[in-house]
């Protein structure tokens, strides 16, 4: 490689002190862990609290009940380790409802979605109850929200015989729409049942709705689960003939598609399009291209991988993968002009080593290479931006002990001592 060539006479530069998070993350984080009376995150508040005073927990955090806390994203949470509380939390949310007397049809739509995110079907037939015990007639869109419930919670005859009531309804008010076919399309595309989402599909055109981006990842997602590759091909180009922007997942489920049958060439003209469209990927998607090229031996295409995803702007997680993948690789084969061209190019990004494999594999290099002197200028170059574990100190005392640098050996001993590590 050219570009490999001209690296010999480059530094390792020092990592830039720069904050890679935004102040709308910083805005949400707040939002969601913190409260304006403490420090204590509302989440851990609740885990803390017990089953009695949950409801004293949330009435000392809100004096209303408040609409722009981000409520579905806590209850997910808290539903992954605390169940009945977060029961607790949908309760005390329909409580205050009642309490205010409120006939906001919204509110009450809104609560039923929430019931989603915690796979409570009983919580939110009794929300609906409560509507409609004030005279609220109920929307499509509060039926909906009781279908996705249903379909989250495994109750697909529920969400069927919803959907029925929706048909026969002679009032119109909450005849099925486009979300209506949506929501059974998603629940079928998830089980890979193929037959069944497209049988959804055919029912929503022949409703008069047409095929919107999210049918079209459903679709596609149902076909790459169900390893029918060319009929998800299909709809992914039947989507861009017909003028749709394909969101994210869309996109990450076509490079998951590309990494499977193994097709670099696809996986890069995606690529540029989730560039060119702005979008960010995530880890899991970027994990499977970074084993296929490495897999492959593609250093070019991870070379550009690096370039492409970090001025697309991804995020630090996502870049730290990719650069050490590029530095695992020089390291295998110890390059280490390249290694460490790669290394201060990630710290000079604000990036530094995610975990500790990649870091002894840079060492290992150094030692096989008995480049001693390049070893410390690589330690003393990540010492600020990654914390050295008791295995990497233990791994530098093994290869100086094995070279007969007992002076070197001392330090990297004396410096375990310091971090903890007797």
Same mark, same amino acid.
């Given at each position: 490689?050219?570009?490999?060539?001209?690296?010999?006479?480059?530094?390792?530069?020092?990592?830039?002190?720069?904050?890679?998070?935004?102040?709308?993350?910083?805005?949400?984080?707040?939002?969601?862990?913190?409260?304006?009376?403490?420090?204590?995150?509302?989440?851990?508040?609740?885990?803390?609290?017990?089953?009695?005073?949950?409801?004293?927990?949330?009435?000392?955090?809100?004096?209303?009940?408040?609409?722009?806390?981000?409520?579905?994203?806590?209850?997910?949470?808290?539903?992954?380790?605390?169940?009945?509380?977060?029961?607790?939390?949908?309760?005390?949310?329909?409580?205050?409802?009642?309490?205010?007397?409120?006939?906001?049809?919204?509110?009450?739509?809104? $609560? !039923?979605?929430?019931?989603?995110?915690?796979? +409570? @079907?009983?919580? =939110?037939?009794?929300? #609906?109850?409560? &509507?409609? /015990?004030?005279?609220?007639?109920?929307?499509?869109?509060?039926?909906?929200? $009781? !279908?996705?419930?249903?379909?989250?919670?495994? +109750? @697909?005859?529920? =969400?069927?015989?919803? #959907?029925?009531? &929706?048909? /026969?309804?002679?009032?119109?008010?909450?005849?099925?729409?486009?979300?209506?076919?949506?929501?059974?399309?998603?629940?079928?595309? +998830? @089980?890979?049942?193929?037959?069944?989402?497209?049988?959804?599909?055919? /029912?929503?055109?022949?409703?008069?709705?047409?095929?919107?981006?999210?049918?079209?990842?459903?679709?596609?997602?149902?076909?790459?689960?169900?390893?029918?590759?060319?009929?998800?091909?299909?709809?992914?180009?039947?989507?861009?003939?017909?003028?749709?922007?394909?969101?994210?997942?869309?996109?990450?489920?076509?490079?998951?598609?590309?990494?499977?049958?193994?097709?670099?060439?696809?996986?890069?003209?995606?690529?540029?399009?989730?560039?060119?469209?702005?979008?960010?990927?995530?880890?899991?998607?970027?994990?499977?291209?970074?084993?296929?090229?490495?897999?492959?031996?593609?250093?070019?295409?991870?070379?550009?991988?690096?370039?492409?995803?970090?001025?697309?702007?991804?995020?630090?997680?996502?870049?730290?993968?990719?650069?050490?993948?590029?530095?695992?690789?020089?390291?295998?084969?110890?390059?280490?002009?390249?290694?460490?061209?790669?290394?201060?190019?990630?710290?000079?990004?604000?990036?530094?080593?995610?975990?500790?494999?990649?870091?002894?594999?840079?060492?290992?290099?150094?030692?096989?290479?008995?480049?001693?002197?390049?070893?410390?200028?690589?330690?003393?170059?990540?010492?600020?931006?990654?914390?050295?574990?008791?295995?990497?100190?233990?791994?530098?005392?093994?290869?100086?002990?094995?070279?007969?640098?007992?002076?070197?050996?001392?330090?990297?001993?004396?410096?375990?001592?310091?971090?903890?590590?007797?």
């Amino acid at each position: 490689m050219a570009a490999a060539s001209s690296r010999i006479s480059r530094p390792i530069f020092r990592p830039e002190n720069r904050s890679l998070i935004t102040e709308s993350g910083r805005r949400l984080a707040r939002l969601l862990f913190t409260t304006s009376s403490t420090d204590i995150p509302l989440l851990q508040k609740l885990l803390k609290a017990p089953l009695s005073k949950i409801g004293a927990t949330l009435d000392s955090e809100f004096s209303s009940d408040s609409a722009e806390f981000p409520w579905a994203a806590l209850l997910s949470s808290l539903n992954s380790s605390a169940p009945q509380k977060a029961n607790l939390v949908i309760e005390w949310k329909l409580d205050k409802l009642t309490e205010h007397e409120s006939k906001n049809r919204d509110c009450y739509a809104q $609560l !039923i979605s929430l019931c989603k995110n915690i796979r +409570n @079907l009983r919580i =939110a037939f009794r929300v #609906f109850s409560s &509507m409609e /015990a004030r005279g609220i007639k109920p929307t499509s869109t509060i039926f909906n929200a $009781l !279908i996705h419930t249903s379909l989250s919670s495994g +109750n @697909l005859l529920t =969400a069927l015989s919803l #959907f029925e009531t &929706m048909v /026969a309804s002679s009032e119109g008010g909450y005849k099925p729409d486009s979300d209506t076919y949506n929501a059974f399309i998603s629940a079928y595309a +998830n @089980l890979g049942n193929k037959n069944a989402t497209e049988s959804w599909l055919t /029912a929503k055109k022949e409703s008069g709705f047409s095929v919107d981006a999210q049918t079209y990842g459903f679709l596609i997602q149902c076909c790459i689960k169900s390893k029918k590759y060319d009929d998800a091909q299909n709809y992914f180009d039947e989507m861009i003939l017909s003028g749709l922007m394909p969101n994210e997942s869309i996109f990450e489920n076509m490079i998951v598609m590309y990494c499977q049958q193994r097709n670099p060439i696809r996986v890069k003209d995606i690529l540029k399009l989730v560039v060119d469209s702005r979008l960010k990927i995530d880890r899991n998607t970027v994990k499977k291209v970074v084993d296929l090229y490495g897999g492959l031996g593609l250093v070019d295409e991870l070379e550009e991988l690096v370039l492409t995803l970090t001025e697309s702007g991804q995020t630090s997680e996502v870049l730290s993968m990719v650069h050490c993948s590029v530095i695992r690789l020089y390291a295998e084969v110890d390059r280490l002009n390249d290694v460490e061209y790669s290394v201060g190019r990630m710290l000079k990004g604000g990036i530094s080593f995610g975990c500790e494999e990649d870091v002894e594999k840079v060492i290992c290099s150094y030692f096989r290479a008995e480049a001693y002197d390049r070893l410390d200028l690589f330690l003393e170059c990540i010492r600020d931006s990654y914390k050295l574990t008791r295995s990497i100190y233990e791994l530098l005392g093994a290869g100086y002990r094995r070279a007969g640098l007992s002076e070197k050996l001392n330090a990297v001993v004396n410096e375990m001592k310091v971090a903890g590590f007797s």
